[in-house]
Every structure is written in structure tokens, then in C-alpha cells.
């Protein structure tokens, strides 16, 4: 075979050399040991988390050592792309904290290793295909769909593997005469890899996740350019982190299967091999048993849930760095004040398995990182979840800063900070009944002595001051609660109820149901203050009617 003369005949139009488009993509200019890393999603229209679970993992380990982060958007395949979602990806992973130092953007692409986009960057592969052919490397194959699917029969019905080898690569060495009959003809072609590998040969490789491994060599002579002349995945991938210069490629380890192929491509182009990190899937347990994270079956899989819901992008980054890392955890005990930025982020501290996601565990991270912001951060965010999700409600902490802030900075701060609030969504239920149009009752009455409960609100009615201090407001519930015949003593009271009629604790949830509506709340004396007195005695006096007082 004429491999150059097929080259020709395969790629007649004027190409840049290899070297050129070396020069054009030379070595970056980083400190030893920067790593170059990058995200490479398909625009399907659907970022999931763990997009993002990939994308904080590429960040950490770029950012961390001087290096780069890019964005790659890998739309060879036109058929999944879903209008807009190149646009919605940038925005979802930004949102995220997920910091690129070039690659696409929504405006155009940002960075001397461009395009980003693979669709615009078919004369370079056509380089490097042009160059396997001519090494004898791969090859032009003018099987019809009908044909692969009637090999496909027969594979099934010897038994045999399913893929284009061996016997059933029909066009693997065909005599160049015939490539050029089918070519006049203007058939249609697809270029092929002639993998050298064999199934019965084993090839070993350390993944900076998983370890050593042991995978099946590649036989098979897959596709390298489809019938369009636009690169499959793995073409394209091989010769995009080659000039783009990556180091270090993070995926998710359902790439495995096609790992060995990869890795024969970055040989057969003499390209050195860059560090892989696969990262095993997001779990969930599903009763009893763990099963992986589903787009279709779990709402929480979409990044929009964790948006809608009210999830503060600091919560998110952190607990995925506690799934990512199982000892970021202890780190942030040990540096509370620290930004989670400064974690020392390590891939051999990650679960080669993969991770269980744990909303509850999300929870009690994002109460964490909201009790340790300011009451004007936590108004702030809150607002912009409101602006987004509930109108009517932006427009009341628009319209009430003061209250909302006064409301929020409640037990924040110092060693002990109140951890009442998760997600943005909840902050309504947590401060709304300060505001007349959110009031109402929220909790159901409890089984309280009506009359005694009237008698107490009135009587506190008449003696609040909103200029008390705690210790002067907490001396009135007393004074209350023994005109009512209750005890002070909850010490005695603990011992033995029945001898009491009731308990300062029993006045304190009169006065706290009147006034928020609810059973429990942060400090009343300081949510009474922020209402001021007309309002307070106005509540304590609806509820005294209610009652029958």
C-alpha cells in the first residue's frame, strides 16, 4: 500500500504540517509541577453535579499548583447538542465557583490555545489523521450502515465480540485500487484506527485515583473521523490535550472501557500521555443498598434543584469538598475561619469508588456555612434566592431591610452561632412573621388552659416595655406566671408536674406563640424588641380574643 499516495487521495486539500501547529500551541510557560487540567463537557442541554463534583476536583488541583484551567466544549457530536446549553453550562459551572483561566465563554473564547470549540478545529485533526494514514496508521472504511449492522448478526450469531477486528474489519487491508474506485465513486467514508493490540494481551497503568490497574488492550479499529470529516471524542480528545497542552485529564471512570484505545492513540501519534484521574460516580443509598446518582430518578442530580431550593453556592462547594476529600472535614474544624479555598485538596485523598451523596449531611454543612456568615451576607443571598423564586417575598425584604437584618443578626456570631437555617427557601418560615403580610400561625395551638393562656398575654400586654433588657423582660414573665398560680421553680416543676398548674416555660409559650406564631423561635425578647411595642401588645391581644380572654 501507497500510504503516502492514500493520503493524498484522502486529504487533498492544503494542510498545516505537525510542526506548524506545534508552533502555534507551544509549551506553557508554568512552574514545575503546575498542573493543566480541563473540563471537556458534550452541550446536551443537562449539567448535573457531577459536572460540577468533576469541575471542583480540576480547579482544585490546577489552581493549587499555579497552573490552568480550561473549558473545552466537546460538540462533535451535533446530534445531542441542545440549543443554548453551551450557554446554561458556563453560567451553571460559574455559579458554582468553577474558575476557568480561558477556554469558551459565552462571548467568545478567552485564551491562546483556542478554539474551544471542537467543530471549529477540524483542520487540525485533519493534520494528524493525515498523518497516521500516511504512517499506515489508519485507514478509509466504506462500510454502509446495512453492513455493520449485517456484521453485527453474524458476531451475534458466532458468539463472537461485537466491534470492527480482526476478520470482521472489512476494509482493513484492502488494495488501494479499490480505495479509489469507492473514492470516484464518491462513497462515503469513515477513517479507522488499525489498532496493532490484542484481546488476549493485558496492559498496565496508574491512575492517580485508582491505583495500578490492569485493563484488556484495545483491538479494535475504531472510528477516527466520521463520514463529515468532524473527530469522534477520542480522536479529538487525543490531539486537543496534546496541543492544549494538559497534564492531567479528570473524568468519570465510565470512561475506563475506552482508556486503552486512548492511550494507543497518544502513542501512535507520538504524544506524551498526560496523568488520568477517574473518579468513581456519585452514590445515593436506596434502601438498604447503594445505586448511583440518576438524572432521571433524582431531583437532586440537576444543578437546578440545589438553585431552586436555595442552597448557598459556599455550602455546595464545601460538602463536595468533604466528598471529594474525606479529611476536609477535620481541616475545617481545625480552621473555621479560613476560606474553604485554602483546603490542601489532594487526588490521593479521594474515594477510588466513588462517594455517597447525603442530603442531610448537605444540610447540616450548609447550616454551618450560614451561621458563619454576616446577618448582611445572609440578607444578601437571601434576597437574590427571593428575586428568583418567590417575588412577593423579595419585595418584603426590600421594602424591610432593617427588620430582616435586625431579625438575622440574632445569635449570629461568637463561638455558639444559632445553625437554624440551611437554604435561602427556609428564611421566610425563620423571620417572615416579623412582617403583618407573612404573619400568621404557623404551629397549631397546643393543648394550653385557654383562660390561663388569655389572662397571661393580657397581663403581659400591659407590662411589656420594649426598652427591657432580658434579665427586666424575663423578671415580667415571672411576675405573670405567679399571678397565674405557676411556678417559677423549673427545677420543682421537672421533679414532679402535676403538683403545678403549669411553668414560667408554659407563660414564655403563650407570649412566643402570640407574637410569632410559632413554638419555637430565636430569642423572644430581642424579636419582640424588633417589633416594638404597638405591634407586640397587638399580637398579644388577637390571641387573648382568640382564646377567649
Known amino acids: 500500500m501507497d500510504n503516502m499516495k492514500l493520503a493524498a487521495l484522502l486529504f487533498p486539500q492544503p494542510l498545516k504540517t505537525p510542526e506548524e501547529w506545534e508552533a502555534i500551541y507551544p509549551p506553557r510557560q508554568l512552574p514545575p509541577g503546575a498542573v493543566v487540567t480541563r473540563m471537556a463537557p458534550s452541550p446536551t442541554g443537562f449539567v448535573h453535579l457531577g459536572n460540577v463534583v468533576q469541575g471542583l476536583a480540576s480547579e482544585r488541583l490546577a489552581h493549587q499548583s499555579g497552573g490552568v484551567l480550561f473549558l473545552r466544549i466537546e460538540d462533535t457530536d451535533a446530534k445531542r447538542e441542545v440549543p443554548g446549553a453551551v450557554e446554561v453550562l458556563i453560567s451553571s459551572l460559574s455559579h458554582y465557583r468553577i474558575r476557568f483561566d480561558e477556554g469558551a465563554t459565552a462571548k467568545g473564547d478567552v485564551g491562546a490555545y483556542g478554539p474551544y470549540r471542537q467543530r471549529e478545529r477540524a483542520p487540525i485533526y485533519h493534520t494528524y489523521a493525515k498523518k497516521l494514514v500516511e504512517e499506515g496508521r489508519a485507514y478509509p472504511c466504506f462500510c454502509s450502515e446495512e453492513e455493520l449492522a449485517e456484521i453485527h448478526a453474524k458476531q451475534e450469531a458466532e458468539k463472537d465480540n461485537f466491534g470492527y477486528f480482526g476478520k470482521w474489519a472489512k476494509w482493513r487491508d484492502r488494495p488501494l485500487s479499490e480505495i479509489e474506485a469507492e473514492l470516484e465513486k464518491g462513497t462515503p467514508w469513515v477513517l479507522r484506527f488499525r489498532s496493532e493490540g490484542s484481546e488476549e494481551r493485558k496492559i498496565r497503568f496508574v491512575d492517580l485515583i485508582k491505583g495500578e490497574m490492569e485493563l484488556t488492550e484495545n483491538c479494535m479499529d475504531h472510528v477516527l473521523l466520521k463520514s463529515d470529516g468532524i473527530p469522534t ?243 415580667k414573665i415571672k411576675g405573670v406566671t405567679e399571678r397565674l398560680g405557676y411556678t417559677t421553680d423549673m427545677k420543682a416543676y421537672k421533679a414532679d408536674p402535676a403538683a403545678f398548674r403549669g411553668s414560667v416555660a408554659d407563660v414564655s409559650a403563650f407570649v412566643r406563640y402570640a407574637v410569632t406564631g410559632r413554638l419555637n423561635s430565636p430569642d423572644l425578647c430581642e424579636l419582640m424588641r424588633i417589633l416594638g411595642r404597638e405591634r407586640c401588645v397587638a399580637r398579644l391581644k388577637a390571641l387573648a380574643d382568640k382564646l377567649g380572654g
Open 233 to 475: 471524542y477520542h480522536f479529538a480528545h487525543a490531539v486537543d490535550d496534546h496541543l492544549m497542552r494538559t497534564t492531567h485529564v479528570v473524568r468519570g471512570d465510565e470512561w475506563l472501557p475506552t482508556l486503552p484505545f486512548h492511550l494507543q492513540l497518544f502513542d501512535a501519534l507520538g504524544f506524551a500521555k498526560p496523568k488520568y484521574l477517574h473518579i468513581g460516580p456519585l452514590q445515593k443509598m436506596d434502601g438498604d443498598s447503594k445505586r448511583k446518582l440518576s438524572k432521571r430518578k433524582d431531583p437532586e442530580a440537576a444543578l437546578t434543584y440545589y438553585r431552586r431550593e436555595g442552597y448557598p453556592v459556599a455550602s455546595v462547594y464545601e460538602y463536595l469538598l468533604g466528598v471529594l476529600n474525606s479529611n476536609f472535614e477535620d481541616w475545617r474544624r481545625a480552621n473555621p475561619d479560613l476560606p474553604a479555598d485554602a483546603f490542601p485538596f489532594s487526588a490521593k485523598k479521594m474515594n477510588p469508588a466513588g462517594s455517597l451523596f447525603d442530603e442531610a449531611k448537605l444540610r447540616d454543612t450548609s447550616k454551618n456555612v450560614v451561621s458563619r456568615m454576616t446577618a448582611d451576607e445572609a440578607y444578601e443571598l437571601t434576597l437574590a434566592w427571593a428575586k428568583e423564586n418567590d417575588a412577593d417575598w423579595a419585595a418584603v425584604l426590600e421594602e424591610n431591610p432593617g427588620t430582616a437584618l435586625a431579625a438575622l443578626a440574632i445569635g449570629r456570631g461568637g463561638k455558639k452561632p444559632r445553625k437554624d437555617i440551611a437554604v435561602w427557601s427556609e428564611v421566610k418560615g425563620y423571620i417572615g412573621y416579623l412582617f403583618d403580610g407573612c404573619f400568621g400561625y404557623a404551629d397549631e395551638l397546643p393543648d394550653w388552659d385557654r383562660a390561663d393562656a388569655a389572662r397571661a398575654l393580657n397581663a403581659f400586654a400591659a407590662l411589656y416595655d420594649p426598652a427591657d433588657d432580658n434579665t427586666a423582660w424575663f423578671e
